[in-house]
């Protein structure tokens, strides 16, 4: 199997959600792709549960939840989960898959969301950040839902990555976008990605008031190495995503008595 982000068809498998319009026409037909595959459920997903770490107890913030793989492996690990998504089609798939033991809204991390300061232990943010041509907005609103000293998980395509799909390549020091078709069904659907230079995503952080405190290029599960033994050794050796953990300081307590 080739690396998901070697061909547009391939890279529908590599992402969550992003216009509630493209979402919809095909969330059935990526949820059944997004579940299973290499890229997902061997490597990414993985990926962020190791860095969330122990989730007992914990409030999370679900951002981009899609049909709700990572939300229900959360909530499973024993975290009080809550799920965004853009596409109410895919939040629909959802719904079908955690029952109604989860709380589940229609929101676009461009607008305000419907939480209150410090809702939240914890926002993770899978796959969906690269959608945005701005970040600083979106930041600035998980940073708000959360408490001090929380934590912003969040995985990207990678700048390294993201400027080999296009030839010639653009100047890898600007934010730019590049679009491509995803194919379900036979329907094609136009997308597009904004990409930007490492310096530029941990500014952005920064910027928002977060802390940087893990940057990782994780490697696959290995329970993947025999199920899909080409691309297994493929995902070993090229970086496909970029890793995230940004915290919440917390307040200042003053000099020491």
Do not use: K
């Amino acid at each position: 199997m080739d690396r998901v982000t070697d061909t547009p068809e391939a890279r529908a498998l590599s992402a969550e959600p992003a216009r509630v319009n493209d979402y919809d026409r095909f969330a059935e037909a990526y949820s059944a792709e997004n579940e299973n595959n290499l890229v997902n459920a061997y490597y990414e997903r993985p990926a962020m549960l190791a860095l969330a770490g122990d989730v007992a107890g914990r409030r999370i913030l679900d951002a981009g939840c899609g049909s709700g793989p990572l939300t229900a492996a959360l909530r499973d690990r024993g975290a009080v989960v809550t799920g965004i998504d853009a596409s109410a089609g895919m939040l629909a798939l959802a719904r079908r898959r955690l029952g109604e033991g989860v709380a589940l809204h229609v929101a676009d991390l461009r607008d305000r969301l419907p939480f209150a300061d410090g809702a939240f232990d914890d926002v993770i943010a899978s796959l969906v950040l690269h959608y945005l041509e701005d970040w600083g907005p979106a930041l600035a609103e998980l940073r708000r839902v959360l408490r001090p000293g929380g934590r912003l998980i969040a995985s990207v395509d990678h700048p390294f990555v993201a400027y080999t799909i296009q030839d010639p390549r653009p100047d890898y020091f600007a934010t730019t976008s590049y679009t491509f078709d995803w194919t379900f069904d036979g329907q094609a659907v136009p997308m597009r990605f904004w990409r930007r230079p490492l310096h530029a995503m941990t500014d952005a952080f920064t910027s928002a008031g977060f802390r940087l405190t893990v940057i990782s290029e994780p490697q696959p599960d290995t329970a993947a190495r025999e199920l899909f033994p080409d691309g297994f050794r493929d995902l070993s050796t090229h970086t496909t995503f970029l890793f995230f953990v940004v915290e919440v300081p917390r307040p200042a307590t003053g000099p020491e008595a």
